[in-house]
């Protein structure tokens, strides 16, 4: 039987039953640690969890903070949307385009070259939207999908951001990735 764990007191009063494994924890509480440890790696909340919905594996989903930044679909690309940087403090104002918008490659990248420092790492490879990782003494791989979550102006989760292996993000419904 699997060790089963619910993460936040938050997350226990919006009704999600967010399930990790004690290998899981550990790994996230390391990868936790290295985006606090250096200024370069995408920046993480504390929420996390296991999701088998969005890639055709078993994926750790790692939210990253996105304040001062606003979502707005893209004019010339169907089902892309752009996540502008509106303040140059905002945690993610380090992975910018050309243009001023979170680079979704950018992201992925950063997380991979930090993803290095982790204490049993293999090796990582890079497959939009999320990244492969291999761990020493481990057969299976594990994948690892960062994600930005979107609210309303109520403050309810009205859906996901996943990098969409052009820079740019696509939408995924909350029940799509929060199970």
């Not at 919006?14 to 290295?34: G, S, V």
């Not at 985006?35 to 920046?43: D, I, K, N, W």
């Not at 890639?55 to 606003?70: G, I, M, N, P």
């Not at 492969?132 to 989760?157: C, F, M, S, T, Y």
């Amino acid at each position: 039987m699997k060790d089963y764990h619910l993460l936040t007191e938050q997350q226990q009063e919006n009704d999600h039953l967010i399930m990790t494994t004690p290998r899981t924890r550990n790994l996230f509480q390391e990868i936790k640690a290295i985006s606090q440890a250096y200024t370069g790696c995408p920046p993480l909340t504390e929420d996390h969890w296991l999701n088998d919905r969005v890639l055709e594996q078993s994926a750790l989903v790692l939210l990253l903070r996105s304040d001062e930044t606003e979502v707005s679909p893209s004019p010339v690309f169907a089902g892309t949307d752009w996540l502008r940087i509106s303040h140059p403090s905002a945690p993610l104002a380090l992975f910018p385009d050309a243009d001023g918008y979170v680079d979704s490659n950018e992201i992925l990248r950063c997380l991979n070259v930090y993803l290095s420092t982790l204490k049993h790492y293999n090796d990582t490879r890079i497959e939009p939207p999320g990244i492969e990782l291999r761990l020493k003494h481990e057969a299976q791989p594990l994948w690892l999908l960062p994600v930005i979550p979107v609210d309303n102006r109520q403050g309810k989760r009205i859906y996901y951001l996943i990098a969409n292996g052009q820079g740019n993000w696509r939408r995924l419904l909350p029940e799509t990735v929060e199970v």
